[in-house]
């Protein structure tokens, strides 16, 4: 055979390996959550995107759905990575009323915004922090409590439901 022919051969197998070890593969999560948390000793599970999720227990026994982004962005120097919740749902887009309101709440909180996305059918009000994404655990631990106690007033201010 001859030596082309089998260099070919051979280049076609591994790149053919590896786009198939590609497709529906989890992605990995960042280990320095999995440090932070681990050691605030929370349970958590990791979803396919490699992102951390977390139901918070809150002192009225209502509890917040969690998010904390294994992906992180750069800026300059400093990487950044969001923790998020939702705290309003709905198949419409938000009122105007509501869009007001979330942008008047923006200027009062300590850590964070709120964003408007859509999410599939749902248009939804999501509070997302920023942090750097090599914080230590009480800022981490800080930083979520923030998050989740700020989605959860609105969910329960609006919908009165727990749905998150």
Not at 23 to 35: P, T, Y
Not at 90 to 113: D, H, M, Q, W, Y
Not at 118 to 127: L, P
């Amino acid at each position: 055979m001859n030596a082309k022919i089998v260099i070919a051969l051979i280049i076609l197998f591994f790149t053919t390996s590896i786009c198939f070890s590609q497709v529906g593969a989890k992605k990995s999560s960042d280990r320095r959550v999995k440090i932070l948390l681990d050691e605030a000793n929370l349970k958590y599970e990791v979803d396919v995107d490699g992102d951390f999720k977390l139901v918070n227990k809150l002192k009225d026994g209502r509890t917040q759905l969690i998010l904390i982004l294994s992906q992180t962005d750069q800026l300059g120097t400093l990487e950044i990575r969001q923790i998020w919740s939702i705290g309003y749902r709905s198949k419409f887009p938000l009122s105007e009323t509501l869009a007001n309101r979330l942008l008047k709440e923006n200027a009062k909180v300590k850590i964070g915004a709120w964003q408007i996305r859509k999410m599939g059918d749902y248009h939804v009000a999501i509070f997302c922090g920023q942090i750097a994404a090599d914080t230590d655990k009480i800022s981490l631990v800080l930083a979520m409590q923030a998050v989740t106690m700020t989605a959860d007033e609105l969910e329960k201010d609006l919908t009165d439901a727990d749905d998150f």
